[in-house]
Every structure is written in C-alpha cells, then in structure tokens.
C-alpha cells in the first residue's frame, strides 16, 4: 500500500508569490495535518483536517491555508512567500482524530523562498 | 502547556555501542501519548513507536528499546548494537488530547537528536 505522498518534492519560489502543496494521505485515512520543519528544528503544527473541516491551526499566519476534498487528499497554499517560510513542509495522515491513532507522515516538500 | 525537551543535539557513537536518546516532556493532560520518529536526510518522518500515558510497561523491538517513567516525564529510546544504518535525526513528540480523550492529531516535537554512527 501506498504511504503518505507529497507533491512537489522540490520547489523554489521567489519572495512575494504563493505556493501550492499538496498531499494525498494513505488510503482509508480521513484526516490530514500539515507540519512546516524549518532547518534544525522539530516540526511545527500548521492545521489539521477532518472529513474536510479544519480541526486545529497553529500560530502561524492568515497567509497560511489548507483545504481537505472528498477524497481526503490536502491541499497546503501560503501567499505572500517570505524567505523565513523556506522549509521541509510535512503531510501526515492518520486514520481519524481517535485516541491512539498513528499518525503517519510524507517525504515532505522542501520549498526555497529566494 | 505541552512541551518536548530532547537535550541532546548531537551524539556520536562507533558502531556496536549502545545510545540512549533522551527526552522530556511536560503536559497537563492526564491522557496522552508518546512517539518516537526517525528522520534521515531524505526528510521523511518514519514512525517507531507509540505509547501511551496509562502503559509503563518498557518495549523492545530488536534492537531498539523504550524506557518510559511517568515519575519523571521521560521517554528514553536505547539503540543497542548501533549500525550506520542507525544514523539520522531522532525525534520525540507528545500529542494532546481532547477532554473527549480523542487526539486532535497534533503532535509537539522536540527538537531531535543527531545521531551518528561511524563505522
């Protein structure tokens, strides 16, 4: 079975454009979180989604938004790039928001703001 | 407020010796759970384990091993044997719960460990 995948893998963009992330989570999953890891640091709680609501954000700013479709897959999008959101940007999945759940992640996309 | 501690940022070990990785965490929940990630350079998170907050039992698989102490906030991760293959960025991480007891799917990360391996 197919694991958690991320596209792009790569991407560099320039200060002041937006970008577009996305994940598709292992098949039967049903939520979906996004992570940014920025270099020599622990990962950093961005959103969760469940069943296409969003169930939790971390401080980060407006510029930051997702959205979850039908099929459970997740889009990550952030406007206005600046050089400090140059990171690893982690997907993970997890089968629902239940106690005990694993949570299961991508290989990232590695975004360069320049 | 939830919070990882892993002191260690770097540890460097030849290969056959043993590590331990510690971590620390700090929460108010009295239910939560605990997971260990190992990161190499490719980025992506994989998933070693999983405990939660009412099983103190320590675990073993194969080489590696758990050591959780509720007394103390600690979830230490033993490498016994360590190969190359062993090395990479380690990561502790705490998920919260809801007063409903559901895991909102949010973890808290540590900082990560940097282990290598020499041959």
């Known amino acids: 079975d197919a694991g958690v995948t991320q596209s792009p893998t790569h991407l560099i963009k320039t200060r002041g454009q937006h970008v577009t992330l996305r994940c598709s989570p292992i098949s039967g999953h049903k939520s979906v979180s996004w992570y940014q890891q920025v270099l020599g640091q622990g990962p950093q709680f961005i959103f969760q989604?469940?069943?296409?609501?969003?169930?939790g954000r971390g401080n980060f700013p407006d510029r930051f938004s997702a959205r979850q479709f039908p099929n459970y897959s997740s889009e990550l999008n952030v406007n206005a790039l600046l050089l400090g959101d140059s990171a690893l940007y982690l997907c993970?999945?997890?089968?629902?928001?239940?106690?005990?759940?694993?949570?299961?992640f991508g290989e990232g996309s590695w975004l360069t703001v320049v | 407020a939830q919070k990882v501690t892993q002191a260690q940022t770097e540890i460097s070990v030849v290969e056959k010796e043993d590590v331990t990785l510690d971590c620390v965490y700090e929460?108010?929940?009295?239910?939560?759970?605990l997971f260990w990630y190992k990161q190499p350079p490719s980025g992506e998170l994989v998933f070693l384990i999983r405990r939660n907050s009412f099983d103190e039992q320590n675990e073993i698989s194969g080489r590696y091993s758990w050591n959780f102490q509720k007394s103390t906030s600690s979830f230490n991760f033993t490498i016994t044997a360590s190969q190359v293959v062993d090395s990479a960025v380690y990561f502790c991480?705490?998920?919260?719960?809801?007063?409903?007891?559901?895991?909102?799917?949010?973890?808290?990360f540590g900082r990560g460990t940097q282990l290598t391996v020499w041959p």
């Open positions: 929460t108010r929940d009295t239910t939560y759970y």
């Open positions: 993970a999945s997890s089968y629902t928001t239940g106690s005990g759940n694993t949570i299961y």
């Open positions: 991480a705490l998920s919260e719960t809801t007063d409903r007891g559901s895991t909102l799917g949010r973890l808290y």
């Open positions: 989604y469940y069943e296409k609501e969003e169930r």
